[in-house]
Nanobody, 118 residues
Framework: QVQLVESGGGLVQAGGSLRLSCAAS????????MGWYRQAPGKQREFVAS????????YYASSVKGRFTISRDNTKNTAYLEMNSLKPEDTAVYYC???????????WGQGTQVTVSS
């Protein structure tokens, strides 16, 4: 079972930036897709971005395209989410995921809170 540890969340004003990190244990990191999801209060968890094992295939939700950038460093077993031009509606708990999207098998991080004030 892969263990994921997220960091980098916090409180930021609208228009600001944050960088989330997700460090993974295990030796299969570079062979697997990594994704970021978020869940706002009272809402379902939603897809934000994903990146293939090699980094060559990247997807974004339309709501974040052009503002967020997903990346990974396979030498450090870490995935990143650079978030720019943040909006209050980006406020949520952000989760990283090891593996393909649900309902495929995968692992979730514990989540990190991102709060954007207006």
């Amino acid at each position: 079972q892969v263990q994921l540890v997220e960091s980098g969340g916090g409180l930021v004003q609208a228009g600001g930036s944050l960088r989330l990190s997700c460090a993974a244990s295990g030796s299969t990191f570079s062979k697997n897709t990594m994704g970021w999801y978020r869940q706002a209060p009272g809402k379902q968890r939603e897809f934000v971005a994903s990146i293939s094992g090699s980094g060559g295939i990247i997807y974004y939700a339309s709501s974040v395209k052009g503002r967020f950038t997903i990346s990974r460093d396979n030498t450090k077993n870490t995935a990143y989410l650079e978030m720019n031009s943040l909006k209050p509606e980006d406020t949520a708990v952000y989760y990283c995921r090891f593996g393909l999207p649900p309902p495929n098998l995968g692992s979730w991080g514990q989540g990190t809170q991102v709060t954007v004030s207006s």
